[in-house]
């Protein structure tokens, strides 16, 4: 079964760092892209961050270039996202994700396919 | 960024009623669009990805269509499960952005 478990989350003073792990276990981690995906009290999910399988490439969304950084580390099925200069708007329930990515023609689309239940951060 | 222009914000609905919710993009996205279901307290769920394919395991109710910049959700026969939020995603560029949300109550 596959599975994802977010934890790190937490109280933090502005300016403040948190570093978010996701374990994944029920498939084969490595092979897949991963992503962090948040959603503030009341609002849509906002994406984040992706990486890809090897950890080679990231991509940010431009509010949290700089601040954030997402890693993988395969070997033991995890992922991260390190939360650094924390604002009040970045308090959210934040979600790792996988994207199960269908191919077709030489094009990927995005399909996050499998969620974490969030951890919860308030600044 | 693209800006994804959901329609409407809410709607109340019946059971066994027709359902559909729109999603419009900023710019043409192609067939770069999903639609994901929310209910409170839960992480979104997949289920619809390049526009219109239904993700395994999502109940043949739920289809949708659309390419460019207008695509629609249909849900043929609502049921109690379905009362909840969709949202549409675009992953034609980055940054993927999300829709506003449209809550069927």
């Known amino acids: 079964e596959v599975q994802l478990v977010e934890s790190g989350g937490g109280l933090v003073q502005p300016g403040g760092s948190l570093r978010l792990s996701c374990a994944a276990s029920?498939?084969?981690?490595?092979?897949?892209?991963m992503y962090w995906v948040r959603q503030a009290p009341g609002e849509g999910p906002e994406w984040l961050a992706n990486?890809?399988?090897?950890?080679?490439?990231?991509n940010y969304v431009d509010s949290v270039k700089g601040r954030f950084t997402i890693s993988r580390d395969n070997a033991r099925n995890a992922l991260y996202l390190q939360m650094n200069s924390l604002r009040a708007d970045d308090a959210a329930v934040y979600y790792c994700?996988?994207?199960?990515?269908?191919?077709?023609?030489?094009?990927?689309?995005?399909?996050?396919?499998?969620w974490g239940q969030g951890t919860l951060v308030t600044v | 960024a693209i800006q994804m222009t959901q329609s409407p914000s809410s709607l109340s609905a019946s059971v066994g009623d027709r359902v559909t919710i729109t999603c419009r993009a900023s710019?043409?996205?192609?067939?770069?669009l999903g639609w994901y279901q929310q209910k409170p307290g839960k992480a979104p769920k997949l289920l619809i990805y390049?526009?219109?394919i239904l993700q395994s395991g999502v109940p043949s109710r739920f289809s949708a269509s659309g390419s460019g910049t207008d695509f629609t959700l249909t849900i043929s026969s609502l049921q109690p499960e379905d009362f909840a939020t969709y949202y549409c995603?675009?992953?034609?560029?980055?940054?993927?952005?999300f829709g506003g949300g449209t809550k069927v109550e």
């Open positions: 994700a996988r994207d199960r990515a269908h191919c077709s023609g030489g094009t990927c689309s995005l399909a996050l396919d499998y």
């Open positions: 029920g498939f084969s981690f490595s092979t897949y892209y």
């Open positions: 990486i890809n399988q090897d950890g080679s490439e990231k």
């Open positions: 710019q043409g996205i192609g067939h770069d």
């Open positions: 390049a526009a219109f």
């Open positions: 995603v675009q992953d034609y560029n980055y940054p993927l952005t």
